[in-house]
């Protein structure tokens, strides 16, 4: 059976009816046959019983796993108040699983997860989705072995006010859970991923943090260090917009020989920043900044290695995960990366995508890593 994708988008007054509208023009786009896994790309605006009744009113028991997010994207562009929906069909099967306890510990979280995937001996691979304001997905990425599996996600995002934010499994959904799908048999996830953020020469020591809050840089709070490089008084850091905008200003932070990005949730009324993955005392932090041509580069490049690994097997679907600090950083010119992706992949490849606070990508022979302000390119193809 020659593996299909499809998409469709709808946007409407409530959720049910867009996750109908959604579900309808993806079915229709894909024939005769079944699907085999949906994946939802949710508004946060709508209800997520809403969108999961409405997905499922067309799509019935078929697996679906999904979240939210600010905006979706298909192959027309950026859709604010929407829902996307992908669907594919193939000679594969597709294990939905709920893990509600995702925010109380990524590491019993993972730990299940494992004995999911430890029940079949056939290799699997994992799509996953978790919550992006509640959990801690580095402690989830630890806790999974790394040659068990093919782990590739994405955390939600929504509210930056509120924090609200959720995730579906089928008829399952709610705030700080992890949904996941495990993929097996003549099925493939090409993985490609990069990003547009580059260090222009500010230094900073970490000098207080504690679990997700960085309290101190050089000594001070975090927004006073902000507000000696921009110019706004350290106290608007704790309101709307800088509160948020602080994400498209992340830190390189030294870890081993590599620096790996790190990026503010928002700013806190005592001036330090929410991140969503712990950083550590006494090292050196880098100011790091995005621009269009960057983002445009890396958009190509994530695009060009997701296909290079896909090798000889064509593409049904492609799956974007872009950090949201791209959404605050090309506003001006929303779609950006969806255009720069079509021109590696050509407009006729289905694509889905959504924002997200963060994305979990697979190593070679290695636990799975978990990434800031990354766009990650996800193919889904057929084995050879």
Same mark, same amino acid.
């Given at each position: 059976?020659?593996?299909?994708?499809?998409?469709?988008?709808?946007?409407?007054?409530?959720?049910?009816?867009?996750?109908?509208?959604?579900?309808?023009?993806?079915?229709?786009?894909?024939?005769?046959?079944?699907?085999?896994?949906?994946?939802?790309?949710?508004?946060?605006?709508?209800?997520?019983?809403?969108?999961?009744?409405?997905?499922?009113?067309?799509?019935?028991?078929?697996?679906?796993?999904?979240?939210?997010?600010?905006?979706?994207?298909?192959?027309?562009?950026?859709?604010?108040?929407?829902?996307?929906?992908?669907?594919?069909?193939?000679?594969?099967?597709?294990?939905?699983?709920?893990?509600?306890?995702?925010?109380?510990?990524?590491?019993?979280?993972?730990?299940?997860?494992?004995?999911?995937?430890?029940?079949?001996?056939?290799?699997?691979?994992? &799509?996953?989705? !978790? #919550?992006?304001?509640? %959990?801690?997905?580095? /402690?989830?990425? *630890?806790?999974?072995? =790394? $040659?068990?599996?093919?782990?590739?996600?994405? &955390?939600?995002? !929504? #509210?930056?006010?509120? %924090?609200?934010?959720? /995730?579906?499994? *089928?008829?399952?959904? =709610? $705030?700080?859970?992890?949904?996941?799908?495990? &993929?097996?048999?003549?099925i493939v996830m090409a993985?490609?991923?990069?990003?547009?953020?580059?260090?222009?020469?500010?230094?900073?020591?970490?000098?207080?943090?504690?679990?997700?809050?960085?309290?101190?840089?050089?000594?001070?709070?975090?927004?006073?260090?902000?507000?000696?490089?921009?110019?706004?008084?350290?106290?608007?850091?704790?309101?709307?917009?800088?509160?948020?905008?602080?994400?498209?200003?992340?830190?390189?932070?030294e870890q081993g020989e590599?620096?790996?990005?790190?990026?503010?949730?928002?700013?806190?009324?005592?001036?330090?920043?929410?991140?969503?993955?712990?950083?550590?005392?006494?090292?050196?932090?880098?100011?790091?900044?995005?621009?269009?041509?960057?983002?445009?580069?890396?958009?190509?490049?994530?695009?060009?290695?997701?296909?290079?690994?896909?090798?000889?097997?064509?593409?049904?679907?492609?799956?974007?995960?872009?950090?949201?600090?791209?959404?605050?950083?090309?506003?001006?010119?929303?779609?950006?990366?969806?255009?720069?992706?079509?021109?590696?992949?050509?407009?006729?490849?289905?694509?889905?995508?959504?924002?997200?606070?963060?994305?979990?990508?697979?190593?070679?022979?290695?636990?799975?890593?978990?990434?800031?302000?990354?766009?990650?390119?996800?193919l889904f193809g057929e084995?050879?």
């Open positions: 059976m020659t593996m299909i994708g499809s998409v469709g988008f709808a946007q409407a007054l409530d959720g049910r009816e867009a996750g109908l509208q959604a579900a309808h023009l993806a079915l229709n786009s894909l024939g005769a046959s079944s699907p085999a896994l949906g994946i939802v790309i949710s508004s946060h605006q709508y209800q997520a019983r809403e969108v999961s009744s409405g997905v499922a009113s067309l799509l019935g028991d078929a697996p679906v796993i999904g979240f939210s997010s600010p905006a979706g994207m298909t192959n027309h562009g950026q859709h604010a108040h929407s829902v996307v929906l992908a669907v594919l069909s193939g000679d594969f099967e597709a294990d939905t699983y709920w893990y509600p306890g995702y925010a109380q510990s990524g590491r019993e979280t993972a730990t299940k997860l494992n004995q999911h995937v430890a029940a079949r001996v056939e290799r699997q691979s994992i &799509l996953c989705f !978790g #919550d992006g304001f509640n %959990g801690d997905a580095e /402690q989830f990425c *630890g806790a999974i072995p =790394g $040659a068990s599996s093919h782990l590739v996600g994405a &955390l939600s995002s !929504g #509210d930056l006010h509120t %924090g609200n934010t959720y /995730q579906l499994v *089928g008829k399952q959904n =709610g $705030a700080g859970a992890l949904a996941a799908a495990l &993929l097996r048999g003549n993985v490609g991923y990069d990003h547009g953020w580059n260090p222009i020469g500010k230094q900073f020591r970490i000098t207080r943090s504690r679990g997700f809050w960085l309290r101190t840089l050089d000594g001070r709070p975090a927004s006073e260090a902000y507000s000696e490089l921009f110019g706004y008084p350290a106290r608007d850091w704790a309101f709307p917009p800088l509160s948020h905008l602080a994400r498209l200003y992340p830190l390189g932070v590599d620096l790996v990005i790190r990026s503010p949730i928002r700013v806190e009324a005592d001036g330090s920043f929410r991140m969503n993955a712990s950083v550590r005392d006494g090292i050196d932090a880098y100011l790091l900044v995005g621009s269009l041509a960057a983002c445009e580069n890396a958009a190509r490049q994530a695009a060009q290695n997701a296909l290079k690994k896909l090798g000889s097997a064509k593409p049904a679907l492609a799956l974007v995960l872009v950090d949201e600090s791209w959404q605050m950083l090309l506003k001006a010119h929303p779609g950006t990366e969806i255009a720069a992706i079509q021109e590696i992949l050509g407009d006729k490849i289905p694509i889905a995508g959504g924002y997200t606070l963060g994305q979990i990508i697979p190593e070679e022979k290695a636990r799975p890593k978990f990434l800031n302000q990354h766009i990650t390119v996800i084995t050879n």
